[in-house]
T-cell receptor, first 112, second 112 residues
């Protein structure tokens, strides 16, 4: 079945550091890909998404590019802030399926 | 402006005592989901409704039931909670086909 593999962490960075969170997927067909963020004690918020190969999703300084050749959707941010401290989940969904398949999540802590 | 609202935010219940969690939406989305998220884990889909059609995941315990009396509301019933059911329960909605997923803030359930 479909699956998502991502860096698990936890990761601690200093403010203004560069962030990369790796995500690769296994799926038949052409899934849509997502990054969700979960702040402490909260539900999940959609951070960005891409629905087809070579699409780039971006939001709040975060970017991820849908790479079909490497089945990847790595999340990057050039300069993290303390407010980016959260858990980040990579996920996919298949057209015609109602399910989101999640990776295990990665906890990021950004120190001032 | 909250679009997917879960009540209560926090719930403590006794071992074996039935509990109901509620979710409402103002988005008029066709699909409503219930996810269980245990500490430091990814959300796990329990079941979903596509309109009135109920779809149970194969590994969802019989102890977990759901009701969707109308488009706006969906309930999660745990008939006899065990200590292992302590978790965050997330409600989500979508337009169908994996589009427009929106999560609520979750209900943190503690079974004592």
């Amino acid at each position: 079945g479909d699956s998502v593999t991502q860096m698990e962490g936890p990761v601690t960075l200093s403010e203004e550091a560069f962030l990369t969170i790796n995500c690769t997927y296994t799926a038949t067909g052409y899934p849509s890909l997502f990054w969700y963020v979960q702040y402490p004690g909260e539900g999940l918020q959609l951070l960005l998404k891409a629905t087809k190969a070579d699409d780039k999703g971006s939001n709040k300084g975060f970017e991820a590019t849908y790479r079909k050749e490497t089945t990847s959707f790595h999340l990057e941010k050039g300069s993290v802030q303390v407010s980016d401290s959260a858990v980040y989940f990579c996920a996919l969904s298949q057209g015609g399926s109602e399910k989101l398949v999640f990776g295990k999540g990665m906890k990021l802590t950004v120190n001032p | 402006d909250a679009m997917v609202i879960q009540n209560p935010r926090y719930q403590v219940t006794q071992f074996g005592k039935p509990v109901t969690l509620s979710c409402s939406q103002t988005l008029n989305h066709n699909v409503m989901y219930w996810y269980q998220q245990k500490s430091s884990q990814a959300p796990k889909l329990l079941f979903h409704y596509y309109d009135k059609d109920f779809n149970n995941e194969a590994d969802t315990p019989d102890n977990f039931q759901s009701r969707r009396p109308n488009t706006s509301f969906c309930f999660l019933d745990i008939r006899s909670p065990g200590l292992g059911d302590t978790a965050m329960y997330l409600c989500a909605t979508s337009l169908g086909g994996g589009y427009g997923y929106t999560f609520g803030s979750g209900t943190r359930l503690t079974v004592v």
